[in-house]
């Protein structure tokens, strides 16, 4: 897995369906192979990444705009304050972000999150344990505050072989909050 592929990955197209109505963050998002998707699914979608050449590939794209950020280094989070129906994250990981894609979620909102995992140095890049995902690194990073869909983590043979995890987690809706509040109080 490359971040240039063209293809949207089967993990974000097998879970997109379930992000509600409203606009979607692609994070990272190299040449906007998911934010096409997302868009042809309904969504306003804003795809973020840091390459102005990557951006320039959305350039027309209907329903997607496009956000030049160095997301890495202490730099401050572009997107403050904002929330989203969806977020998507593949083939990228810095942790320090994890804190902002939470906060990020509205109420009822879907994260699917697929990147590389110790062991793909096997395959090639990413080789560096810093861009590479401990064991179960997804599951502890996200679900005591999310519900938990899907889950995997170990080796995929296509498009390429690669050791990997996703994650496919929901925020509770606004209601549901609200009832379990209720219940407690």
């Known amino acids: ?14 879970w997109a369906r379930l992000i509600p109505e409203g606009e979607v963050l692609d994070l990272a998002c190299g040449r906007g192979r998911h934010a096409r998707l997302l868009a042809a699914l309904g969504h306003d979608v804003t795809a973020v990444d840091r390459d102005p050449e990557a951006l320039a590939a959305l350039a027309g794209a209907a329903r997607v705009r496009t956000l030049e950020a160095d997301l890495e280094g202490g730099k401050p989070w572009p997107l403050p304050g904002r929330r989203f129906a969806g977020i998507v994250v593949t083939n990228y990981l810095y942790r320090p972000l994890f804190p902002n894609l939470l906060a990020a979620l509205a109420p009822g909102a879907v994260l699917i999150y697929e990147t590389f995992a110790l062991g ?66």
Not at 1 to 14: A, C, F, G, I, Q
Not at 134 to 146: N, P, T
């Open 120 to 185: 793909n140095e096997r395959f090639g890049r990413p080789a560096n344990p810093h861009f590479l995902l401990r064991a179960g690194e997804l599951l502890d990073a996200f679900a005591s505050a999310l519900t938990v869909i899907a889950f995997e983590q170990g080796l995929v043979s296509s498009p390429c072989p690669a050791v990997v995890q996703r994650l496919c987690a929901a925020r509770a809706p606004a209601d549901s909050i609200a009832l379990d509040g209720a219940k407690s109080g």
């Open 1 to 14: 897995m490359t971040h240039e592929l063209v293809t949207p990955s089967p993990w974000v197209t097998r």
